[in-house]
T-cell receptor, first 116, second 116 residues
Framework: AQKVTQAQTEISVVEKEDVTLDCVYE???????LFWYKQPPSGELVFLIRRNSFDEQNEISGRYSWNFQKSTSSFNFTITASQVVDSAVYFCALSEAFANAGKSTFGDGTTLTVKP | SQTIHQWPATLVQPVGSPLSLECTVE??????LYWYRQAAGRGLQLLFYSVGIGQISSEVPQNLSASRPQDRQFILSSKKLLLSDSGFYLC???????????????FGEGSRLTVL
């Protein structure tokens, strides 16, 4: 069975601070996908990134970066120079690859509050 | 571009009443469709998914059912609501490709159900 653990329930930072959201996963699959989603107060989940298990390159997109380490089963998300608009609930998710990729297992989420 | 809509956005229903939540996708053909439920302060739980018209798979035994009468329409129903059915219901679609799928989910705005 798959499992995703986001140990940080809530994080509060002051604007411009860097913040890292942790995600640890468990799976017996050899090929899988990892995802991060953002849920702003409006409620709609927004897809941020997908990583394949066979591609451990880290990725940077603007102020966002992701660190995938297969050896520790972690897929952490860092926001650099946080802004108030980054306040949201962030979910890490895991799925089998290919045909069952939409059947994702989600963590319980980390609520990030960025204060001005 | 692809869009997904679900309605109603909010509803309050008495115990024992029926339920119908509707989701439609535009701008894509033959998507995989999903219903997830989010309990307060928790992650998302997959309820149903569909890979085609009339094809429904249930992930969790429960008081709910789903139907897909058209390629881009997905309906979540109940004949008699329970208090435990309260939650935030999210419909999502997933793109398909030659190798299976790209994995990431695109969510609707969500429907918040309160059963009293």
């Amino acid at each position: 069975a798959q499992k995703v653990t986001q140990a940080q329930t809530e994080i509060s930072v002051v604007e411009k601070e860097d913040v890292t959201l942790d995600c640890v996963y468990e799976t017996r699959d050899t090929t899988y996908y990892l995802f991060w989603y953002k849920q702003p107060p409006s409620g709609e989940l927004v897809f941020l990134i997908r990583r394949n298990s066979f591609d451990e390159q880290n990725e940077i997109s603007g102020r966002y970066s992701w660190n995938f380490q297969k050896s520790t089963s972690s897929f952490n998300f860092t926001i650099t120079a946080s802004q108030v608009v980054d306040s949201a609930v962030y979910f890490c998710a895991l799925s089998e690859a290919f045909a069952n990729a939409g059947k994702s297992t989600f963590g319980d989420g980390t609520t990030l509050t960025v204060k001005p | 571009s692809q869009t997904i809509h679900q309605w109603p956005a909010t509803l309050v229903q008495p115990v024992g009443s029926p339920l119908s939540l509707e989701c439609t996708v535009e701008g894509t053909s033959n998507p995989n469709l999903y219903w997830y439920r989010q309990a307060a302060g928790r992650g998302l739980q997959l309820l149903f998914y569909s890979v085609g018209i009339g094809q429904i798979s249930s992930e969790v035994p429960q008081n709910l059912s789903a139907s897909r009468p058209q390629d881009r329409q997905f309906i979540l129903s109940s004949k008699k609501l329970l208090l435990s059915d309260s939650g935030f219901y999210l419909c999502a679609w997933q793109g398909t490709s030659g190798r299976g799928s790209t994995g990431e989910l695109f969510f609707g705005e969500g429907s918040r159900l309160t059963v009293l």
